[in-house]
């Protein structure tokens, strides 16, 4: 008797959980208590293995929705990809007709940034010579040095690209080091890397020009809906966080081949 009754509360628990019907379920135990209290009296061990297989299925449901619902959004991203502003005034790293584009929303002092950093760094040199990265400042973090080094990154750029990115490799590659030795440690990176320019990227650092840019990376992320770093919009398809590499292989894969 109890094992028919603990199959029967098994569904009805999974069907509960699975739905989200939760009136069924108080209805049911408030008309009808002694359904619980005899399964667990007969077989409280049988009725807990029971209730913990249940959460188990229920969580693969809930896995195999959150995948299918993953897999959807993504075919409406590649049949209505993103379109980020891409001006050639920016710095961009890598061949300018690459055929794939990978805009990065990213804070010089965020943790999962740097781990980003590091991702993109062997897409980068996996995929040679077909990836352009243009890097975009959102200094979400609060931290002390995030505004400073997205304005330097700035500043530098608008006098080389290829030195901004320079900039960009040294603070990812020890992120600690900034933070703790703060403004000076932003001018010696700047001018190791500037020499006799150095004082330009300072003076350049509050102008009309580098705050107009940061102000449209803000603009654009608010209309994406980003609000944490990094965020990246790979061939207009938008992934979030640090993903992992696969991730980003997948969407470069697949549009490479599109354009084959």
Same mark, same amino acid.
């Given at each position: 008797m109890s094992k028919s009754l603990i199959r029967g509360l098994s569904l009805l628990l999974l069907t509960v959980f699975a739905t989200g019907c939760a009136k069924i379920i108080k209805n049911t135990i408030e008309k009808n208590p002694e359904i619980i209290f005899e399964v667990m009296k007969k077989? %409280?061990?049988?009725?807990?293995? &029971?209730?913990? @297989?249940?959460?188990? !299925?229920? *969580?693969? =449901?809930?896995?195999?929705?959150?995948? /299918?619902? !993953?897999?959807? +959004?993504?075919?409406? *991203?590649? /049949?209505? %990809?993103? &379109?980020? $502003?891409? +001006? @050639?005034?920016?710095?961009?790293r890598g061949p300018k007709d690459a055929p794939i584009t990978i805009v990065e929303y990213s804070d010089f002092q965020c943790g999962y940034c740097g781990k980003a950093f590091a991702t993109v760094e062997k897409l980068m040199a996996e995929y040679k010579g077909k990836i352009r990265l243009v890097y975009k400042n959102l200094p979400v973090t609060g931290a002390p040095m995030s505004k400073p080094a997205a304005e330097a990154f700035e500043a530098i750029a608008t006098i080389n690209s290829d030195k901004a990115y320079e900039f960009h490799d040294v603070v990812f590659g020890n992120q600690g080091a900034l933070s703790q030795g703060g403004e000076d440690e932003l001018k010696k990176i700047v001018s190791k890397i500037m020499g006799s320019d150095a004082e330009k990227v300072f003076e350049k650092m509050g102008s009309?020009?580098? !705050? +107009?840019? =940061? +102000?449209?990376?803000?603009? @654009? /992320?608010? @209309?994406?809906?980003?609000?944490?770093? %990094? /965020?990246?919009?790979?061939?207009?398809?938008? =992934?979030?966080?640090? !993903? %992992?590499? $696969?991730?980003?292989? *997948?969407?470069?894969?697949?549009? =490479?081949?599109?354009?084959?």
């Open positions: 077989d %409280p061990v049988k009725f807990i293995d &029971t209730l913990n @297989e249940a959460g188990r !299925q229920y *969580q693969g =449901l809930k896995a195999k929705e959150e995948l /299918a619902n !993953q897999e959807k +959004s993504m075919e409406d *991203q590649f /049949a209505n %990809p993103l &379109t980020p $502003e891409i +001006s @050639e005034k920016r710095a961009i009309d020009e580098v !705050q +107009s840019r =940061l +102000s449209a990376d803000r603009a @654009e /992320a608010v @209309e994406y809906k980003i609000n944490g770093t %990094p /965020a990246f919009v790979v061939e207009g398809i938008f =992934l979030n966080g640090a !993903q %992992p590499i $696969e991730k980003f292989k *997948q969407i470069i894969d697949r549009k =490479l081949a599109a354009k084959k």
